[in-house]
């Protein structure tokens, strides 16, 4: 639930809560225990603009929903789930994908506002900045900056021969 238990706890800062609807986006379900309109315009404007992103993936989401029942392999897995000998993506726990070809990499410490990020194997697209070169995986990308209305987010780029 975006906000945590809005029954028993005070809401969070509108700063966290806006990094945990970042933190969510990408996940099967979203659920609201606070709503963005209990903060500020800026948290509607940011959580308005993360769940037409969401929109965008819905039919993704679904896929591999039905995937994850037919086969079992998890909708959100971690991030050595694509390159499993490699040791430094075996340790990543605040990371995730969504399937195999989206990582999600949310800030999730209080005020900050760059986080160090790994890519593992595989050529990756930073969504935030779509048209910036490709990225080769297995590799750190230092003190990344995400200001609160930016969510880092990657796509791995399957290129075509043909």
Same mark, same amino acid.
């Given at each position: 639930m975006?906000?945590?238990? +809005?029954?028993?706890?005070? @809401? =969070? ?9 970042? $933190?969510? %986006? ?23 603009n ?21 086969? +079992?392999?998890?909708?959100? @897995? =971690? ?9 430094? $993506?075996? %340790?990543?726990?605040n990371?995730?994908l ?58 791995? %780029?399957?290129?075509?021969h043909?």
């Amino acid at each position: 639930m975006i906000g945590g238990n +809005g029954y028993f706890n005070s @809401p =969070p800062s509108k700063e966290m809560y806006i990094r945990w609807m970042q $933190a969510n %986006v990408f996940m099967p379900v979203v659920q609201f225990s606070y709503t963005p309109w209990d903060f500020d315009q800026q948290t509607v404007d940011i959580c308005r603009n993360l769940m037409n992103l969401r929109a965008n993936y819905t039919d993704t989401i679904i896929e591999l929903m039905r995937g994850s029942v037919a086969k +079992g392999t998890p909708l959100n @897995p =971690p991030v050595w789930w694509i390159d499993p000998t490699d040791l430094v $993506a075996q %340790v990543i726990d605040n990371e995730y994908l969504l399937g195999e070809n989206i990582l999600v990499a949310p800030i999730i410490v209080e005020g900050a506002t760059s986080r160090d990020i790994y890519l593992p194997f595989g050529l990756w697209r930073d969504e935030n900045y779509p048209n910036s070169h490709l990225i080769t995986g297995r590799k750190w990308l230092r003190n990344y900056p995400a200001k609160l209305d930016i969510l880092p987010w990657f796509t791995r %780029v399957t290129l075509s021969h043909h």
